[in-house]
Structures are given as structure tokens and as C-alpha cells.
């Protein structure tokens, strides 16, 4: 089975000087599949990407990518895969046009498909109207799409996508996930670092990765399901005294700050809702709404991350 | 190695270089801007030099002989002292840059034919101008006496024309008048041809600091590809500058240029690969741009300046020194630039020059392409 995996590493592990950034990484990723990689920051998402993309040398372990070895191949191997960096990389000089032509030209795309390609990434990618602007002079998002049709020119098997939204407007996002579900749909592999959870939920896998290990990676479904508990969300008028009071009280697991609301994970929704409304009335803290909520990939990461904090 | 490749990276940085303001000026200004300030700053003639005069003989030979040497330009008298402390106080204070002192015995054994006794002092922390007035004095004597032998002879009616027995006639060639800039502007001109290295070793540094490296690496591009790609339009670029550059000069300072001008721009190109190189190991090594910046100033333009023998001798310099400049590229163009502009020399002259500039170049390129990886950290 490994060796049809588009990607599968074995105990990867990069050491810096004074810290292990990743940590015996174990991930068999299947062709076609869409995972995320989510985590705070430092978790060592960035290190495992450039690690990926050949950039990196590996401190132990062992990668392979496309069937070939990623110490061994990693030449042969860049022009399997487009990567793309967090930090925007393309020539700010050069136009949305130029840029593509440079990266046909260095991913040796035939001569004769480079106009075709061109023009099919622009509309793609919506840069049509913008092919003649310099890359400096762009929106952050048409950037990130820019930096997208770039990695995209090769048609590459893999995508390695590091942080490719952040920073950017939520129209640009929504866009830019519709282009990516354009690509898995036809069956690009694809991997993506995402601070955002609503990102994540649309992966056909998510791996969360704290301090350099992998320490879940499963659906968005069974991530959730894994989570202790079921959520109540409460919005209280004075959410710092009351969130002293809630956490006493027996049954809440865990609760978690979303501006002035308050997710309390209890043993069971049904069975502490009344005894909370009680307490809350007795202490004459008011509240405009309490229910049950279902639990989110926020509440799950945000969960999962304090476990492994305690 | 791919031409395809390597043309992408050099139409990218023509592009860059075209576009970019600042490197656009960095690239053309800056070359002939220095030019003109070294040409003029280095070529000022030394003029009206202070020195003071302690007379100790007080007569009329010994007035007249002060009135000798103060009559021009260069030298002005600046007081008559009558103490040697005098002198010390002044040449501390930076009043005086010589002082003539002269001895009491002084017309005696001067118009007895017997010698000429006197002393100068010159201020040792400025030789330019002490030097230049213990020159312009001692020449001024010889003429004195000459002059004041010559009345004696008259006066025994011997004819004039038999009084100059030795005809010494000094001739300098290649550069017949003697004026400085000729022989320092072609030095000049190759070292601010060789400028656009400053630029080369800040591309990489640059692509570092935007990301854009990082993009690059993750391509199947080669080393030596990106490496001498960026290095070819500045080539390019040198070889602009190498055309307007003299032909300026030529016309502007009036220098002459007595070699082939072909040959010259052959040179030049050989030349610019050996010091872009240079620049490129500098990019190699330096993460950022302002590090490249400080490291170039160090390795490319101040070596340029004080080592490549256009200002000081090689000749002149500690063993280790000359070994140093032998590896430096501008001190082989600075004899093919002075040969070409001043002597007029070919290839068969300078042919172990051209052949050392391109060994430099060819193992520049390979230190850089050994040593630069494509990995990041």
C-alpha cells in the first residue's frame, strides 16, 4: 500500500540546532487525497511542508514521494509537485503574465502548451483582467492565486500549500478553496497548512500537529467525535464572572473564550443545561442565551491542543 | 545545463534591472559618478603651500634665495620666524606645511662655490605637500646657483653657451605630460566598470529576503543556471557601461586611447565574468542584502581601490599583499586598461592577464556553484 501512496513518510524527523521542529513523522498520504495539516503556530507544519518540497534537508527518517525517494530524488521530484510557500514568492516586478511564463519555462512545460495552460490558469484563477499587472500591485488575494497558478503550470501531482489563506480577505478564501476543490475533484493530491478551522473541516483528512509530532490524524468526523463530552454554547452579560462560576461547576469538562461567548464541553448537554440555567439564576448572573451546540473542529483542536498542554 | 532555464533567470533579472529604480541607478549613475569624483578629488594640484623661512644668515644672498623660491605659486612664504620654536609651534598648528631655515654661513659658502647650507623640515602627517615643497626648494636652489655661477662666469667673460655642460633631459613616456589624471583615469575606468559586482552579489541576497528563493529552490532549476543567469545581464549591463564609459572619458578628460577598442570590450567582458562571480560568492554566503552590502565593500571596492595597484604601486606592497591582489580581478584590467588607454598595447602583451582574469572567473563560478545549495537554513 506504501508504495501506491503519493506521500508516505516514515519517522521524518528535522532537528534544528536547539529544537526537534519535526519529530518521527508517520503519515501514508493515498493519491487524491486533500489533508490538511493544522496546528499553532511552531508546531512544525511550515518545517514538514519545505521538507516535503526538497527544501530541507532530513535530519532522520525517510520520505518518498510520487514512488521516489525524497533524500535521494529530490531534483527528480520537484517537478512532481508544486509547492507553495506561506510567504508571497513571486517576482514583484514581473506581470501576472511573466511570472506564469517563468515558471512554464523552469518547469519545462512543452513551448507549445504554455500559451493554452497560461490562459486556462488565468481564467481559473480569475487573473484574466489582471494577465499586463505587476505582481506587486495586486490584492493579497489575487496574489495567493497568482502564487497558485505558478505552482499549478506543471500540472503537478502533489501540492504542497503552505498557509495559502492567511492573511487574506474571506471572498479571496472562499474563492481560492473553490479553486482547490476544482483540483481535488480531478484528483490532485493536495496538502495544506490552514490556521482556520473551517478550512480544515473541509479536508478528507486533517492531521494536528503539536511540537513537532503528529498527534491526530483522522476525518474532521472522527476528530470531532474524539472529543470528551458535548458542547453547550452560553452568552452571558458579564462572560469573566461568569465563566469563574460555570467552571466549578460539576459536569463542565472544559470551557473555551469566542469573544464574549463561553463553550462549556460537559458530560451530558441534556443533563447540565438545567442545573447550570439554576446556578446562573441563583448567582443573578444574567445571560441572553444558553443551548446546546454541536461541537465544531474549533472546540475539538482547541481541546486536543489542551490535553496535550496538561 | 539548460539554455531554456537560464534564459528565464536572465530575461527575469533584465526585467528586474530595467524596472527597479534603484538598481537601474546603482547600475549606470553610480559607475560615472565615481569616476568624476575620484577623477577630480585625486587630480587637484598641490598649490600655495605654506612654509615659513628662519634666516639666520640675514644678507642679501640669502633674501634673495627666499625671494626665489616664494616667487610662484607653490610655495608662499607664510612668516619670517627668528626662533626654532617658532617653527614647531606653527608647523603644530598646521599654520606651515615646510619651514626653510637657513644657516648664518649660508651667501659665504654660496657665492665661495663651497655648498649651501640649509635645512627644511616638512610635516611628516601631510607628505603630499611637504614632499612637494622639498622638491620644489631643492629645484629651486640648483637653479640659484646656477644662476648665481652663471653671473660669476659672465663677469670672468666666459661665453654663456658654454656653461651647461651636462644636458640632462628627463622624458617620460606614454604619458608626456605629466598630468595625473591621464595616467589614473584609465585605472579609473576599471574600477568602476566593475561596479555592477555590488549589484550581482545583492540579487541573490534579495531573492532571499522576498522569498522568492525559496520559490526557486522548489523548482527543478540548476545551480549553475540560476547562478550564472543572474550573472549574464549584468554582463550585459558592464558591457553598456564599458562603451559610454570611456568614450566619455576620452572626450571629456581628453585621454587618449592608443589600443584597439575591440579588443578592449573583449577584455572588459572576460573581466565583468570574473568579478561578477566574485559578487555571486558574495551573494552565496550572505543572507541578507545589507550584509552582501558590507561584505562587498570589503572584498570588491575597497580591495579595487587600494590593492589592484591603480593608486599604489603593487610594487610596493607587503609580500602577502601582492598575493592578495594577484586574486583580485581588477588588478589584471587595471594593466589591460592602462596598457590599452596609455601604451597602446595588444594581446601579445596582455594575453597572460586575460588569461588570469578568466581563471579567476571560471573558479569564482565554481566556489559559488559548490557552495550554494538549494536548501534553506
Not at chain 1, 517576482?91 to 497560461?118: C, G, M, T
Not at chain 2, 670672468?156 to 605629466?178: C, F, G, H, M
Not at chain 2, 597572460?352 to 538549494?374: E, I, Q, T
Request: aromatic share 8%.
Amino acid at each position: 500500500m506504501t508504495s501506491q501512496a503519493a506521500i508516505a513518510l516514515s519517522s521524518l524527523t528535522k532537528e534544528f540546532k536547539d529544537n526537534r521542529a519535526v519529530d518521527s513523522l508517520d503519515i501514508s498520504i493515498q493519491p487524491g487525497e486533500l489533508f490538511g495539516l493544522v496546528g499553532p503556530d511552531g508546531a512544525g507544519k511550515t518545517t514538514t511542508l519545505r521538507l516535503l518540497a526538497g527544501l530541507l534537508d532530513i535530519t532522520e527518517g525517510e520520505a518518498t514521494i510520487a514512488g521516489l525517494d525524497l533524500a535521494a530524488e529530490t531534483e527528480k521530484i520537484k517537478s512532481h509537485i508544486g509547492y507553495m510557500a506561506q510567504e508571497f514568492s513571486m517576482y514583484a516586478e514581473l506581470s501576472v503574465e511573466e511570472n506564469l511564463l517563468f515558471f512554464a519555462e523552469l518547469y519545462d512545460v512543452p513551448v507549445e502548451h504554455i500559451q493554452a495552460r497560461k490562459e486556462r490558469l488565468l481564467e481559473f484563477a480569475g487573473l484574466t483582467e489582471f494577465k499586463e499587472r505587476r505582481a506587486a500591485h495586486l490584492s493579497g488575494g489575487m496574489q495567493k492565486k497568482l502564487a497558485l497558478a505558478c505552482t499549478l503550470i506543471h500540472e503537478p501531482q502533489i501540492l504542497l500549500l503552505d498557509e495559502p489563506t492567511t492573511g487574506v480577505d474571506p471572498v479571496s478564501r472562499r474563492e481560492f478553496w473553490n479553486i482547490l476543490t476544482e483540483l481535488h475533484i480531478n484528483g490532485t493530491t493536495i496538502i495544506v497548512s490552514t490556521p482556520y478551522m473551517d478550512e480544515a473541516d473541509r479536508c478528507s483528512r486533517v492531521g494536528l500537529m503539536y511540537a513537532g509530532r503528529l498527534i491526530v490524524c483522522a476525518s474532521p468526523q472522527e476528530i470531532r467525535q474524539r472529543v470528551e463530552g458535548e458542547m453547550i454554547e452560553l452568552r452571558p452579560e458579564d462572560w469573566q464572572s461568569a465563566r469563574v462560576l460555570v467552571a466549578e461547576l460539576p459536569g463542565v469538562l472544559e470551557v473555551q473564550n469566542y469573544g464574549e461567548r463561553l463553550h462549556l464541553l460537559v458530560d451530558s448537554a441534556e443533563k447540565r443545561l438545567p442545573e447550570i440555567e439554576t446556578v446562573l439564576r441563583s448567582k443573578k448572573a444574567s445571560y441572553r442565551s444558553i443551548r446546546p451546540a454541536p461541537t465544531g473542529m474549533e472546540e475539538a483542536f482547541i481541546s486536543l491542543i489542551k490535553r496535550m498542554e496538561d | 545545463m539548460s539554455l531554456r532555464h537560464l534564459w528565464a533567470v536572465t530575461r527575469k533579472e533584465i526585467q528586474h534591472i530595467i524596472r527597479d529604480r534603484s538598481t537601474l541607478v546603482i547600475v549606470f549613475l553610480t559607475p560615472f559618478l565615481l569616476l568624476f569624483v575620484f577623477a577630480y578629488s585625486l587630480t587637484v594640484e598641490i598649490k600655495h603651500v605654506p612654509i615659513a623661512v628662519l634666516d639666520f644668515d640675514r644678507s642679501e644672498t640669502s633674501r634673495q634665495f627666499v625671494q626665489r623660491i616664494t616667487a610662484g605659486d607653490d610655495l608662499e612664504l607664510y612668516a619670517q620666524v627668528a626662533a626654532l620654536e617658532e617653527i614647531e609651534d606653527l608647523l603644530l598648528r598646521g599654520k606651515i606645511k615646510a619651514a626653510l631655515i637657513i644657516h648664518p654661513d649660508f651667501s659665504r659658502q654660496v657665492l665661495s662655490g663651497s655648498g649651501m647650507p640649509m635645512q627644511i623640515i616638512i610635516d611628516g602627517t601631510e607628505p603630499e605637500s611637504g614632499a612637494f615643497a622639498l622638491d620644489n626648494m631643492a629645484s629651486r636652489a640648483e637653479e640659484f646657483i646656477e644662476n648665481i655661477f652663471a653671473d660669476q662666469l659672465v663677469a670672468l667673460s666666459v661665453p654663456a653657451e658654454a656653461l651647461k655642460p651636462i644636458d640632462l633631459r628627463i622624458s617620460t613616456w606614454y604619458n608626456p605630460s605629466l598630468k595625473p589624471r591621464v595616467d589614473l583615469i584609465p585605472g579609473l575606468i576599471s574600477m568602476v566598470l566593475g561596479l555592477p559586482a555590488l549589484s550581482v552579489a545583492l540579487t541573490l541576497a534579495h531573492e532571499r529576503e522576498h522569498g522568492t528563493l525559496e520559490q526557486l529552490m522548489a523548482t527543478p532549476i540548476g545551480r549553475t543556471e540560476l547562478l550564472v543567469g543572474k550573472m549574464l545581464p549584468y554582463i550585459f549591463v558592464g558591457m553598456i557601461n564599458a562603451i559610454i564609459i570611456p568614450t566619455f572619458a576620452i572626450v571629456w578628460f581628453r585621454i587618449p586611447f592608443n589600443g584597439n577598442f575591440f579588443l578592449f570590450l573583449g577584455l572588459t567582458a572576460i573581466f565583468l565574468f570574473a568579478i561578477l562571480a566574485m559578487g555571486i560568492i558574495i551573494g552565496v554566503f550572505m543572507r541578507t542584502q545589507a550584509a552582501a552590502l558590507a561584505v562587498s565593500f570589503l572584498l570588491i571596492f575597497f580591495p579595487g581601490f587600494f590593492l589592484t595597484g591603480i593608486f599604489f604601486p603593487i610594487a610596493a606592497m607587503p609580500e602577502i599583499m601582492r598575493l592578495e591582489s594577484l586574486g583580485l580581478p581588477g588588478t589584471h584590467y587595471a594593466i589591460i586598461t592602462r596598457g590599452l588607454f596609455l601604451t597602446g598595447v595588444g594581446l601579445d602583451v596582455l594575453w597572460p592577464y586575460s588569461v588570469m582574469l578568466f581563471g579567476l572567473g571560471l573558479a569564482f563560478v565554481g566556489v559559488a556553484a559548490l557552495f550554494f545549495k538549494k536548501k534553506l537554513g
